[in-house]
């Protein structure tokens, strides 16, 4: 079964972020759920033609977690965002913030901050299904740094591709502009 690539034209046009870096930042996403369906297939051909403990078959396995959590993590990004509400004070994800952090402001700190650190990546809110506990994440790269076992809630992209179009190196006023549309229905949908 092949992964297709999901649309998310409905989040163009929310303020902050331009069509065309929208619309550039969908075909990079599209370019990883071809490029997973390519690995896989590749996969699949070498282990039927017995070529499974090869140099190259190691090399694509480890390609696939690259491609894969580049199609995934985009689609949480894409999916987070959209929303023109702020965090209702009332909602059980506010209340867990609140509960792990101290109040809903030391979180958004803590998350800014960890966004705006030098470096490329993701920041992510992460669940700690064996706790319950709430926690913000640095990944460096889509296929490293993942906490086992933890529930993505918010991801936020920090690769260059996300806001240079439409920012340059001023990364805080991208973080501003993504603290203003997160779709908070869909965040909290996640929590465990």
């Known amino acids: 079964m092949a992964y297709t690539a999901k649309d998310y034209s409905n989040i163009v046009g929310m303020e902050g972020f331009s069509e065309t870096l929208l619309k550039n930042h969908f075909t990079l ?3 990883y759920v071809t490029n ?5 297939d590749s996969l699949a051909q070498m282990v039927k033609d017995d070529k499974a403990g090869t140099p190259e078959f190691a090399e694509l396995k480890r390609r696939l977690g690259w491609e894969f959590n580049g199609m995934r993590l985009h689609e949480y990004y894409f999916e987070n965002l959209g929303g023109k509400t702020p965090l209702d004070k009332a909602s059980r ?3 867990k913030l609140v509960e792990d952090f101290g109040s809903n402001e030391v979180w958004e700190k803590d998350f800014r901050a960890t966004g705006a650190m030098r470096g490329i990546g993701w920041v992510a809110l992460y669940q700690d299904p064996a706790t319950g506990r709430l926690i913000n994440f640095w990944i460096n790269e889509h296929d490293v740094a993942h906490p086992a076992g933890c529930t993505l809630l918010l991801i936020m992209d920090v690769f260059e591709h ?3 179009l439409d920012y340059g190196l001023k990364k805080a006023d991208y973080i501003a502009a ?4 997160i779709n908070w229905a869909a965040v ?5």
């Open 29 to 31: 996403y599209q370019g």
């Open 36 to 40: 997973t369906n390519k690995v896989l």
């Open 93 to 95: 994800l506010s209340k």
């Open 162 to 164: 996300a806001f240079m």
């Open 178 to 181: 993504f603290f203003k549309n």
């Open 188 to 192: 909290e949908g996640r929590l465990k």
